[in-house]
C-alpha cells in the first residue's frame, strides 16, 4: 500500500519549511532529500519523473551532496524550491510521487533511512556573537576584568575551526584526551577531558562562492548564504582553559562538531527576521545595519539533556547578526567557497534558564544543574546524549521545525601506544 | 631539437630530490609533474609510456592534483618515487622521455608553463615551533610579563587557518583591509593594512588519512607525512593585535597564505634529519621524543625582499617537530584528512639576521631594518616582492633546494559600498 503523506497545518516541516538533507536507503547511494512532514522527498527521482523547467538542473538535484546545487546561486535555489512547493502542494503530484516510491518514511522501520553530512564543509569558521555568552564567560574566567574585551562591541569576534571534525547529527562523540592542569600544579597532566560540554549554536551554510580580493557587503549576504542549521559545538573546557593562550581554541574543540542533517532554506525563515538588539556603540560602516534590512533572527532553541529539557536559549538575543558575520569575514578579501560554514556561537539570552552551554548554566562548574528527574550534572557524562532543536514563526501564527543535532557521549578510548 | 635535461651533481633539483608539483601548458590540462633541474617530468605522461609495476598507480598519477597519490599512502609514495628516480638516471629512457615532449623545460619563453596550487587544502593549522620567536613576540608584545606563555614549553600550540586562501607562489596579495585600533584612540578605525608582515615558515602536506576517534602517535608520523613545502604565512600586525583576544589570529591572517609550488617528498629529506634542541622541559609521554626517530630538520631558509637577502631563518632551532606536531593534532581523537596542510610557524634562530618575521627583525616596527642596497623597511610596502627559499642537506656533501614560495604585495583596492 502507497502512503501518501498527509501535512496538518501545524506541522513543524510543512511546505513553508522544506529543508534539504542527504539520505540513503538500504545502503544504496545517496541522494538529495526535502523533508516534508514525516517523509523524505526524493529530489532528483522526482526531478527526473516530472516535467518542467527543473529539468535543467537535473545534475545538481541528483548529485550525492548538496554543494552543486548550493554552488548554482539564489536563482536556481528559488526556482527548485517553487517547483518543489508546487510539486507536494498539489495532491496529484504527491500521490504520483509517493506511488513511484519517491517519498519514503523518515522512521519506516521495515526500511530505516540513513541521514548523512547534507554538504561537505569547505571552511568552518564559529563566532562569539552572543553577548550574554561573552559577558558571563568573562565573568567566570576573568572576575576582576571587564566582562567583555575592548574589540567585542566593534567586531564580531570569530576563529577558523577544523572543518575535518564536523559530523552529522547522530554521530557519537567520543571524549576526548588531551592536557589539562589544576590550578595549584606544576605541569599538567594528560587524560580524559573532565570538563566536557557542549555550545548550541546555529550555522550558516554558504552557497555562492566569492572571489579573492572582493568583500562581500552585508546587502549581498542573501546572494551568498544557502541555508541555516543546528550546530553543536562540544567543548573540552579543561583542554580549552590550558592551551587558548595565546592563539585561542584547539584541541579543546577540534574533535567533533555536530551538525544537523537537515538544511534550511534561508528563504523559510523569511517570517522570523526580526531586529537585532540595539547597537550600544557605533559601528564601522561595513557592518552598521541600523535602517537596513532586518538580519535578526527569531529561533527558540532547546536544549535536551537524555530527553530532558536544560534551557531555551533565544537567538533573537544574538548581538551580531550573519550578514555582519559575513561581511567581517570577507572584509580583508578573503574568499568564499560553496560549503563553509560559518556557526553563531553559544547562543545564550539573559535569562538563567536561557544559556546554552554548562559552563555558564553551572558557573564554571560550581553549581550543578538539576534536571526534571532529580538527577544534576556539572559537565557531561558518559552515555549523556544531548539534542538541540529549533522552531521559528513562519507568519500567519504557523512555526517551521530546525532539523535536531544529537550525539550521544562515548567514554574515552584507550590510547594506543605511540 | 630535443632537449634532454642535463643534471649536474650540485644542482639543487637532481635525483635526490624530486620534488612534486601540479602544471599546464598553454592553458591545456593540469598535470603531475616532478621537477628535475630546471625541467619538470610530465609524471602521467612518463607512467603511461613506460613500462613497469608503476602501471597500477596510472590514475593516481594522471589526476589534475596530487590528492589521489597522496592518499595512496606511504608504499606506492616509495614505488613512485623510486620509478622516477630509475627513469631519470637511466640515459636511454631520459632521452627517450624527453623526445616524446614530457620533460620540458621551466622557464621556456616559447611555451611558458604555468604552476598550480599542487594539492587541494583540506584543514590548515599553524603552530607556533620556534622558541626564538615566540619569545622574541612575548617581549614585544608583553614586556612586562614571562617572554613565553606558561603552556608554551609543554605543547606544541597551533590553531587553525583558513584553507580557501592557501595560494600558490606567484599569486599575488592585496594589501587587506581592518578594523585597527591606535594606542591611544577611544574606538577603532578602518582601512588598508599599516603593518603588512610575512612570515617565514614551512609547511608538512598529509597524504594518509586517519580515522575519528584514533590518535596518530610519532612513530606513525612517516607513514601519513607526503611531503614538505616552503609557506609564507602572510600577516596584518595592526589589524591581529585589535583582534585576536580572546579567540586569536582570525582576519589578520585569513586574507593570503602563500605556499611553494613544489612538495619535497619527507624521503628526499632524510640527509636533513637531525636532533631537535634540548627540552628544557620534560614532556608527556606522546610528545616525548628523547631517544626516538630524530625529527628535526636542518633546512636553511633564506627571506629575499625584491632581491635582497633579508635574513637565513635556520629551521634546525625549532623546538617542536612535525612529528610532535601530529601527535599533538590528532591527541584529541582529530582525524586526518588527505590534504591537512600543518605549518610550523615563523622560523625564527636565535641571531638577529636569523628572524622570519619584520615583526621581530624591526622590534615591533621600531627599528627600520637596511636592505643591502640602501632602503629601509619597517612594513612591507605596495610592490615589495618577498621570495623564501631554502635548500637542505642530502648526505655525501649533496644538498636539495626547496621550491620557492614567492608574492608580490598588490595595493589595497577601493571596497565597494555595501
Given at each position: 500500500?502507497?502512503?501518501?503523506?498527509?501535512?496538518?497545518?501545524?506541522?513543524?516541516?510543512?511546505?513553508?519549511?522544506?529543508?534539504?538533507?542527504?539520505?540513503?536507503?538500504?545502503?544504496?547511494?545517496?541522494?538529495?532529500?526535502?523533508?516534508?512532514?514525516?517523509?523524505?522527498?526524493?529530489?532528483?527521482?522526482?526531478?527526473?519523473?516530472?516535467?518542467?523547467?527543473?529539468?535543467?538542473?537535473?545534475?545538481?538535484?541528483?548529485?550525492?551532496?548538496?554543494?552543486?546545487?548550493?554552488?548554482?546561486?539564489?536563482?536556481?535555489?528559488?526556482?527548485?524550491?517553487?517547483?518543489?512547493?508546487?510539486?507536494?502542494?498539489?495532491?496529484?503530484?504527491?500521490?504520483?510521487?509517493?506511488?513511484?516510491?519517491?517519498?519514503?518514511?523518515?522512521?519506516?522501520?521495515?526500511?530505516?533511512?540513513?541521514?548523512?553530512?547534507?554538504?561537505?564543509?569547505?571552511?568552518?569558521?564559529?563566532?562569539?556573537?552572543?553577548?550574554?555568552?561573552?559577558?558571563?564567560?568573562?565573568?567566570?574566567?576573568?572576575?576582576?576584568?571587564?566582562?567583555?574585551?575592548?574589540?567585542?562591541?566593534?567586531?564580531?569576534?570569530?576563529?577558523?575551526?577544523?572543518?575535518?571534525?564536523?559530523?552529522?547529527s547522530?554521530?557519537?562523540?567520543?571524549?576526548?584526551?588531551?592536557?589539562?592542569?589544576?590550578?595549584?600544579?606544576?605541569?599538567?597532566?594528560?587524560?580524559?577531558?573532565?570538563?566536557?560540554?557542549?555550545?548550541?549554536?546555529?550555522?550558516?551554510?554558504?552557497?555562492?562562492?566569492?572571489?579573492?580580493?572582493?568583500?562581500?557587503?552585508?546587502?549581498?549576504?542573501?546572494?551568498?548564504?544557502?541555508?541555516?542549521c543546528l550546530l553543536n559545538?562540544?567543548?573540552?573546557?579543561?583542554?580549552?582553559?590550558?592551551?587558548?593562550?595565546?592563539?585561542?581554541?584547539?584541541?579543546?574543540?577540534?574533535?567533533?562538531?555536530s551538525v544537523s542533517a537537515?538544511?534550511?532554506?534561508?528563504?523559510?525563515?523569511?517570517?522570523?527576521?526580526?531586529?537585532?538588539?540595539?547597537?550600544?556603540?557605533?559601528?564601522?560602516?561595513?557592518?552598521?545595519?541600523?535602517?537596513?534590512?532586518?538580519?535578526?533572527?527569531?529561533?527558540?532553541?532547546?536544549?535536551?539533556?537524555?530527553?530532558?529539557?536544560?534551557?531555551?536559549?533565544?537567538?533573537?538575543?544574538?548581538?551580531?547578526?550573519?550578514?555582519?558575520?559575513?561581511?567581517?569575514?570577507?572584509?580583508?578579501?578573503?574568499?568564499?567557497?560553496?560549503?563553509?560554514?560559518?556557526?553563531?556561537?553559544?547562543?545564550?539570552?539573559?535569562?538563567?534558564?536561557?544559556?546554552?552551554?554548562?559552563?555558564?548554566?553551572?558557573?564554571?562548574?560550581?553549581?550543578?544543574?538539576?534536571?526534571?528527574?532529580?538527577?544534576?550534572?556539572?559537565?557531561?557524562?558518559?552515555?549523556?546524549?544531548?539534542t538541540l532543536?529549533?522552531?521559528?514563526?513562519?507568519?500567519?501564527?504557523?512555526?517551521?521545525?530546525?532539523g535536531e543535532v544529537t550525539g550521544?557521549?562515548?567514554?574515552?578510548?584507550?590510547?594506543?601506544?605511540?
Amino acid at each position: 500500500m502507497i502512503e501518501v503523506p498527509t501535512v496538518t497545518e501545524d506541522d513543524l516541516f510543512g511546505p513553508d519549511n522544506l529543508p534539504y538533507g542527504v539520505f540513503s536507503a538500504d545502503g544504496g547511494p545517496r541522494r538529495i532529500g526535502v523533508r516534508y512532514g514525516n517523509h523524505v522527498l526524493d529530489l532528483g527521482g522526482a526531478a527526473a519523473v516530472l516535467d518542467g523547467p527543473h529539468r535543467r538542473h537535473a545534475a545538481l538535484l541528483a548529485a550525492p551532496v548538496l554543494n552543486p546545487l548550493m554552488a548554482a546561486g539564489r536563482p536556481v535555489w528559488t526556482e527548485v524550491r517553487a517547483a518543489v512547493r508546487s510539486w507536494l502542494t498539489d495532491p496529484g503530484t504527491l500521490r504520483l510521487l509517493a506511488g513511484r516510491g519517491l517519498l519514503p518514511r523518515l522512521d519506516d522501520p521495515g526500511r530505516p533511512l540513513t541521514l548523512h553530512l547534507p554538504f561537505e564543509v569547505a571552511d568552518y569558521v564559529d563566532f562569539y556573537a552572543s553577548e550574554h555568552h561573552a559577558a558571563t564567560v568573562g565573568r567566570i574566567f576573568r572576575p576582576e576584568a571587564e566582562p567583555l574585551t575592548p574589540n567585542w562591541k566593534h567586531l564580531p569576534i570569530g576563529y577558523h575551526g577544523r572543518a575535518g571534525t564536523v559530523v552529522v547529527s547522530g554521530t557519537p562523540v567520543i571524549r576526548p584526551h588531551g592536557q589539562h592542569r589544576a590550578p595549584d600544579a606544576a605541569a599538567p597532566g594528560f587524560g580524559p577531558s573532565r570538563r566536557l560540554d557542549i555550545e548550541a549554536e546555529v550555522g550558516f551554510v554558504v552557497g555562492t562562492p566569492s572571489p579573492l580580493g572582493e568583500p562581500v557587503g552585508m546587502a549581498a549576504a542573501r546572494d551568498h548564504l544557502f541555508g541555516v542549521c543546528l550546530l553543536n559545538d562540544w567543548s573540552a573546557r579543561d583542554l580549552q582553559a590550558w592551551e587558548y593562550r595565546p592563539l585561542g581554541p584547539f584541541l579543546g574543540k577540534s574533535f567533533a562538531t555536530s551538525v544537523s542533517a537537515w538544511v534550511t532554506p534561508l528563504d523559510a525563515l523569511d517570517g522570523a527576521r526580526t531586529a537585532p538588539p540595539p547597537r550600544s556603540h557605533p559601528l564601522l560602516p561595513y557592518l552598521d545595519d541600523t535602517g537596513g534590512e532586518e538580519w535578526g533572527l527569531d529561533l527558540r532553541l532547546e536544549v535536551l539533556l537524555n530527553g530532558q529539557r536544560l534551557s531555551g536559549p533565544p537567538f533573537a538575543a544574538m548581538y551580531w547578526t550573519a550578514a555582519q558575520q559575513l561581511a567581517h569575514l570577507t572584509v580583508n578579501g578573503a574568499s568564499l567557497r560553496t560549503g563553509d560554514l560559518f556557526a553563531s556561537g553559544t547562543v545564550s539570552g539573559p535569562g538563567p534558564h536561557e544559556r546554552g552551554c554548562l559552563l555558564e548554566m553551572t558557573w564554571g562548574g560550581r553549581d550543578p544543574v538539576r534536571l526534571p528527574d532529580g538527577t544534576e550534572r556539572v559537565f557531561l557524562e558518559d552515555g549523556d546524549e544531548v539534542t538541540l532543536t529549533a522552531w521559528a514563526p513562519a507568519g500567519a501564527g504557523r512555526r517551521i521545525g530546525l532539523g535536531e543535532v544529537t550525539g550521544r557521549v562515548e567514554p574515552a578510548r584507550t590510547p594506543r601506544s605511540s
